[in-house]
């Protein structure tokens, strides 16, 4: 059978951003203190993240899974990298490389529905995250970024937190749109680590470098963001977590207290953490496992932790929009983790 739609009639509308700064979202959150299940949940974990922001030396390390940025919470993020309400990210590697570093290239992602021909998409090189569409062709010209800077750099291992500072400088210098987390974070001295680096359009491209270059190449190594990021617990002494999704972030950043222990350095658990997830804690695995278990391993404090069984999309907003309006970041200054790695 022959297409008769093209790739236009599936990529119109674009995903927008949601702006926090555009909605007080304070009174419903508050109200939410009052209700029962996760609308309690959710109010509590809004005043433990406004809490953490209110400790002057409390490092705030933000973990992100799940596909979040293709979703519209790209600006979430930036604003609270650009009001100094994070100080570290630590990412799976399709929100930073596939979906962000992409829009940084000028690239969009597009409105769409589960209730398509996914053989009809895939004949018109479009891929589908839910109701999310995105044109493949242009994924391919990220990943393909991703390899010329690699072969633009001195060849070497490198952490993922060197490696995406050099594609926040590439989106100074080329970038298509001033809101993105990569180039914000670059110039704010946030330091962002993806762990699994290699699994999402930045492995395309580092396949690429490594199999077309002749010699040395760049690699990634993920011991050494492990390191760095325990530098970073270890310069900031207390620390919060924000985590939205499960998977190797939570777990990564949840970890340092105990590589500290491991380097012969006492360093207190983590002193807040919420999590935003939609797994439950029954199968036993890491995205459901519930803040007070991780204390059982000495990673996290069980004083100021809140889990919220939703939807990102949803809770985030409410939780960052409720911390950003009560105002408190205005008296934190930035604290360029990135010079302690
Ligand atoms: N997600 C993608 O579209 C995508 C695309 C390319 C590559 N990858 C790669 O796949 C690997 C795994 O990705 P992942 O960790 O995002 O996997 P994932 O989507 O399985 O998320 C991990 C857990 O986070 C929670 N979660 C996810 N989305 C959520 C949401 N919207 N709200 C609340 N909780 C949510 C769930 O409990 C989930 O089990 C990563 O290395 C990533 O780079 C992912």
């Given at each position: 059978m022959t297409n008769t739609r093209s790739k236009k009639d599936f990529l119109r509308d674009t995903i927008q951003h949601i702006d926090?700064?555009?909605?007080?979202?304070r009174p419903l959150v508050t109200s939410m203190?009052?209700?029962?299940f996760q609308a309690r949940n959710l109010s509590r974990a809004a005043d433990i993240y406004d809490q953490m922001i209110q400790e002057p030396d409390c490092a705030i390390i933000l973990c992100l899974a799940g596909s979040l940025i293709s979703a519209g919470l790209k600006g979430v993020v930036v604003d609270l990298v650009r009001s100094h309400m994070v100080d570290a990210i630590v990412s799976t590697g399709a929100n930073i490389v596939d979906q962000d570093f992409f829009e940084g290239l000028g690239f969009k992602h597009y409105l769409g529905t589960?209730?398509?021909?996914d053989n009809e998409l895939r004949d018109l090189h479009i891929d589908r995250i839910y109701d999310t569409f995105i044109d493949e062709d242009d994924l391919r010209v990220c990943d393909m970024t991703v390899a010329k800077i690699a072969s633009e750099l001195a060849p070497r291992p490198y952490s993922s937190r060197e490696f995406i500072g050099e594609m926040g400088r590439y989106l100074e210098k080329h970038?298509?749109?001033?809101?993105?987390i990569v180039l914000a974070s670059y110039q704010a001295g946030v330091p962002i680590f993806?762990?699994?680096?290699?699994?999402?359009s930045a492995g395309f491209g580092l396949v690429h470098h490594q199999w077309n270059k002749t010699g040395p190449t760049v690699t990634v190594d993920s011991a050494r963001d492990f390191l760095e990021l325990t530098k970073v617990k270890l310069a900031a002494k207390e620390s919060g977590l924000l985590m939205?999704?499960?998977?190797v972030p939570k777990n990564f950043a949840q970890d340092v207290v105990v590589a500290a222990e491991i380097l012969g350095k006492e360093v207190p658990m983590h002193k807040y953490a919420v999590q935003i997830t939609v797994a439950d804690e029954r199968d036993g695995?890491?995205?459901?496992?519930t803040l007070r278990e991780a204390s059982s391993w000495g990673?996290?404090?069980?004083?100021h932790e809140q889990m919220v069984y939703a939807e990102a999309t949803l809770a985030l907003p409410l939780i960052a929009g409720y911390a950003y309006h009560q105002?408190?970041?205005?008296?934190r200054k930035g604290r360029k983790f990135v010079e302690a790695c």
């Open positions: 926090i700064k555009a909605h007080d979202v203190k009052s209700m029962a589960p209730a398509v021909d970038g298509k749109v001033k809101d993105s993806v762990p699994a680096f290699s699994d999402c939205i999704g499960g998977g695995a890491l995205s459901g496992s990673k996290v404090s069980t004083v105002g408190h970041w205005r008296g």
